[in-house]
């Protein structure tokens, strides 16, 4: 599976949009991203996944590059419960399991 | 309604005994993990049961043997315990249509080796 590339930490004002960013620039073609969070060691969530397009969900949007080699995570309303490690993780057709890198401390500022 | 469940929540032990943790999925999957996230918080896959077959298994001890009475159930038992175990561990489920699919998370067992 590619490896992905986060920012370690990044900070977000209640009610703004949070937008986490994540590089796969050795991607294939078959290969989705998925986003998942952590709130203080709780379980990880699913939060949404995506191949090409654009994607849109209950809990956020996933903006995917034409060229796939970065995609964003967007929280258009961010609150203090969305504060949590978000892990974007590149996973290949038939691939079962999720390979966790470091991820981005997000923090929903009051 | 708890989809993913674990027992126990946390355990604590001295090192050389043998335990047991269980992990149950109400949501029909017919895949199950088990992922350990250590004290620097890395995540990583450990193991993975299909229909009660084993199709993962990463480079983890032998002391730990994972067993699946039926699909629903997903239980880990480790022997001779060690310091170095001391973890939280995560179980999870999927549909396991052989597509990537969403993986459901239990709410984590923490594990302390004394």
């Known amino acids: 599976d590619a490896k992905t590339t986060q920012p370690p930490s990044m900070d977000c004002a209640e009610g703004r949009a949070a937008n986490l960013p994540c590089n796969h620039s050795?991607?294939?073609?078959?290969?989705?991203v998925y986003w998942y969070r952590q709130i203080h060691s709780q379980g990880p969530q699913y939060i949404i996944h995506?191949?090409?397009n654009n994607e849109t969900n209950e809990m956020a949007s996933l903006i995917i590059t034409e060229d796939r080699k970065s995609s964003t995570l967007i929280l258009p309303h961010a609150t203090l419960r969305d504060t949590a490690v978000y892990y974007c993780?590149?996973?290949?057709?038939?691939?079962?399991?999720?390979?966790f890198g470091t991820g981005t401390r997000l923090t929903i500022i009051p | 309604d708890t989809a993913v469940s674990q027992t126990p929540k946390y355990l604590v032990t001295q090192m050389g005994n043998d335990k047991s943790i269980k992990c149950e999925q109400n949501l029909g999957h017919d895949t199950m993990y088990w992922y350990k996230q250590d004290s620097k918080k890395f995540l990583k896959i450990m193991f993975s049961y299909n229909n009660k077959e084993l199709i993962i298994n990463e480079t983890v001890p032998n002391r730990f043997s994972p067993k699946s009475p039926d699909k629903a159930h997903l239980n880990l038992h480790i022997n001779s315990l060690e310091l170095g175990d001391s973890a939280v561990y995560f179980c999870?489920?999927?549909?396991?249509?052989?597509?990537?699919?969403?993986?459901?998370f239990g709410p984590g067992t923490r594990l302390t080796v004394l």
């Open positions: 999870a489920s999927s549909p396991g249509t052989g597509a990537p699919d969403t993986q459901y």
């Open positions: 995506g191949l090409k």
């Open positions: 050795t991607i294939s073609g078959n290969e989705y």
């Open positions: 993780i590149v996973r290949g057709f038939g691939n079962e399991k999720l390979t």
